[in-house]
Nanobody, 125 residues
Framework: QIQLVESGGGLVQPGGSLRLSCTTSGFTLDYYPIGWFRQVSGQERGGVLCMSSPDGSTDYADSVKGRFTISRDNAMNQVYLQIDNLEPADTGIYYC??????????????????WGQGTQVTVSS
C-alpha cells in the first residue's frame, strides 16, 4: 500500500526558509517520480510545483524556480522540499505525491497519483 507522510510545516516569517519532508512506504522510491503540490484554503489542488524523476532529473514550475529545491534520499525513502525566501503567497497545505500522471503544472488525479495528508505552511509576519 503506497503511503506518503509529510512533515515540517509551520509558521514562518516572509523571507524565511523551511524544509519539508516526506516519508514514503509501500513502493520502491528509486523507480518512481515524486513531487510536491500545494492547496490553498478554499481553492482546488494546485498543479505540481516541482518533481524529481527516477533518473535524478528535476523540474520546477516557473513560479517557484530559484526558491524551491526538491531532493530525494532513496535509501531512506525520504523526499525533501527546501523553500527559501518564503512569501505570503506560499501559504497552503503542501503535499508530496507520486504516480504515473505526475507532471509539473498538472494537478494530481486519483487513481493515477497518490498523495499524503499534507503539512501546513503559513507565511506571515
Amino acid at each position: 500500500q503506497i503511503q506518503l507522510v509529510e512533515s515540517g510545516g509551520g509558521l514562518v516569517q516572509p523571507g524565511g526558509s523551511l524544509r519539508l519532508s516526506c516519508t514514503t512506504s509501500g513502493f520502491t522510491l528509486d523507480y518512481y517520480p515524486i513531487g510536491w503540490f500545494r492547496q490553498v484554503s478554499g481553492q482546488e489542488r494546485g498543479g505540481v510545483l516541482c518533481m524529481s524523476s527516477p533518473d535524478g532529473s528535476t523540474d520546477y514550475a516557473d513560479s517557484v524556480k530559484g526558491r524551491f529545491t526538491i531532493s530525494r534520499d532513496n535509501a531512506m525513502n525520504q523526499v525533501y522540499l527546501q523553500i527559501d525566501n518564503l512569501e505570503p503567497a506560499d501559504t497552503g497545505i503542501y503535499y508530496c505525491a507520486t504516480g504515473s500522471g505526475l507532471r509539473v503544472g498538472v494537478p494530481v488525479r486519483s487513481p493515477y497519483d497518490y498523495w499524503g495528508q499534507g503539512t501546513q505552511v503559513t507565511v506571515s509576519s
